[in-house]
């Protein structure tokens, strides 16, 4: 009697299991907590971001204040997600999902759920949060968090089907979510470096702080049992002046690639809305670097901002650290992509243990026509590499009023370089030193600039033919302007170099390239360039 009263309790949870469905049975067993079902589709998704536009703004926290303020940066750095309760662990798909704990500096709560079908429909289960699910101290005030809490973001790991001995799942991850609508993917080096974000609003505006909505929903959509590269993840955004509705297709394959699908809805008026953003960090490079500033020659994710413009014209921006905030628009109809790229691979040229030179670069696509706008790029003083000083993003040109409804879709390309690359030679240097001449009184104020350029066209010039300038500043004067080939036997290494003398004080926007009569031989470089 006994023996049947255990396969009758058998019997019953294994029933109670399969009426959940897959993937939540799998969860289920694992011994993770789930809600009940609620149907879902991204267009009721959409739906939900509309209607929730109509209303006013409320923050979902009622977390303990006092708890989460005491899981400061080192403390919230001993709390670690089991791998045996990730889910997606034993599949389907290949790349299991583990979550971030809440903090000091991740205090909004994020509902994760999972979907699953039932015939042609789909339905969410939240996953609930569960101290049991992290590894953390005895002492850890973390175990003061209630049930249901919510975590603070997600990651995917490799691929548990990839050779562990070569890249273990429980150890490596491709791509993580974490804090506001904020992203980043590690690209084809298997380095992070450069964020994304689902939204920009009001970056280094003078007279509006910036706002940072959230993600406060993701739905994870289990991968096709053939799909070895893919998955799907959809995600509510919310915040003061906005929300929104995405879904994300993310491959993992050489690099990481994201097709974004977005609808955003504007609760208030935005004076800046970004669109696409990238968030990046430049401290210094070889072009500017102060005197004993730091024992490395460079310290960057990023180096310069590319752009594709719609007339199909190649430009190249390296970044600089100003000396205030600054803000600076590329105007543009139905723009090919942007990016903010790290093109310099050289080891020797950071000497630094956390692996500059394998930061990814990060290119946005437009799919679709984008329309009148602007490519903005913020640039804001810094004194370390601790703080992303860097952004960029598309600036709509109508305003972003209040009631208006945007729908996009864009492509997001984590690489080593860019995805489509120019025929013509491309920037890879800009020096800035003193002017004038060897062995004469160096003329104060007077720049001297070499610019590298290298490929392309210019390693099928004859033998002493030398390309010829295109150079324009918004201000100021040039003098000893000419190229040279850079005696290092590579064919094809040039340097554009002149004097430059600044009318004053402000901010100087220069313009170069090179050609060979009618023949376009390079990309054009840009530059800001602050007097000093």
């Known amino acids: 009697m006994q023996d049947r009263r255990q396969f009758l309790s058998a019997a019953s949870s294994s029933l109670a299991l399969a009426a959940l469905g897959l993937p939540a049975a799998a969860l289920a067993q694992q011994g993770l907590k789930l809600s009940g079902p ?12 509309q209607a929730l536009a109509a209303k006013p703004y409320a923050s979902t926290s009622n977390l303990p204040k006092d708890v989460l303020e005491r899981i400061d940066y080192e403390q919230h750095g001993k709390i670690k997600y089991q791998t045996d309760d990730a ?40 996953l609930l949060y569960d101290a049991s699910y992290f590894d953390m101290p005895a002492d850890s005030p973390a175990h003061q968090m209630p049930d249901g809490a919510g975590f603070a973001g997600f990651r995917f790991q490799e691929s548990r089907l990839a050779d562990q001995s070569k890249l273990d799942w429980k150890q490596n991850d491709w791509v993580a979510f974490l804090g506001a609508s904020y992203f980043r993917a590690i690209g084809e080096l298997y380095q992070y470096g450069l964020s994304a974000r689902g939204i920009a609003l009001d970056v280094a505006m003078p007279d509006k702080p ?58 208030k008026d935005v004076a800046r ?34 752009l ?89 040109k109508e305003s972003a009023r209040a009631g208006k409804a945007y729908k996009l879709s864009y492509r997001l390309h984590w690489m080593a370089d860019e995805p489509y690359p120019s025929p013509l030679a491309r920037c890879t240097g800009t020096r800035i030193g003193r002017g004038g001449q060897p062995g004469q009184p160096r003329p104060a104020g007077v720049r001297k600039f070499m610019v590298e350029f290298k490929g392309g066209s210019l390693g099928k010039l004859p033998f002493g033919v030398k390309p010829e300038l295109v150079l324009s500043a918004s201000s100021g004067q040039f003098s000893y302007v000419f190229a040279e080939a850079i005696p290092d036997g590579e064919a094809g290494h040039w340097r554009a170099q002149f004097d430059f003398t600044p009318a004053g004080n402000d901010p100087v926007d220069m313009r170069l390239f090179l050609k060979n009569g009618d023949e376009t031989l390079t990309e054009t470089w840009l530059y800001q360039f602050h007097p000093f």
Not at 244 to 260: H, L, N, Q, S, T
Not at 278 to 299: A, C
Not at 386 to 395: L, Q
Request: glycine letters at 8%.
């Open 210 to 267: 910036e706002e940072f909505p959230n993600f406060t929903h993701f739905y994870f959509e289990p991968p096709a049992a053939n799909d070895s590269t893919s998955v799907v993840v959809y995600a509510l955004l919310q915040g003061p002046s906005i929300t929104g509705a995405y879904k994300f297709v993310m491959k993992r394959e050489k690099a990481v690639i994201m097709d974004i699908d977005c609808q955003l809805f504007l609760r």
């Open 38 to 49: 609620q149907p879902f589709s991204f267009e009721s998704l959409v739906a939900r971001a």
């Open 308 to 396: 594709w413009t719609g007339s199909g014209e190649r430009i190249w921006r390296p970044l600089n650290n100003p000396p205030a905030t600054t803000a600076s628009a590329f105007g543009d109809t139905k723009p090919r992509g942007f990016g903010l790229m790290q093109r310099d691979r050289q080891f020797g040229n950071y000497l630094d243990g956390v692996h500059y030179e394998r930061r990814p670069s990060l290119w946005v696509e437009p799919l679709g026509d984008w329309g009148e706008g602007a490519v903005q790029l913020i640039e804001i003083p810094t004194d370390d590499e601790i703080h992303d000083n860097v952004v960029a993003f598309w600036v709509p």
């Open 273 to 306: 809305l970004g669109i696409a953003p990238l968030t990046s960090m430049f401290w210094y490079s070889e072009s500017v670097k102060p005197t004993g500033i730091d024992w490395r020659p460079e310290v960057h994710d990023s180096d310069g901002l590319a």
């Open 87 to 126: 889910v997606f662990r034993d599949g389907p798909g290949q790349f299991p999902v583990t979550f971030f704990h809440l903090g000091r500096f991740f205090q909004e709560p994020v509902h994760m759920h999972t979907l699953g079908r039932s015939g042609s429909n789909w339905f969410a289960r939240e």
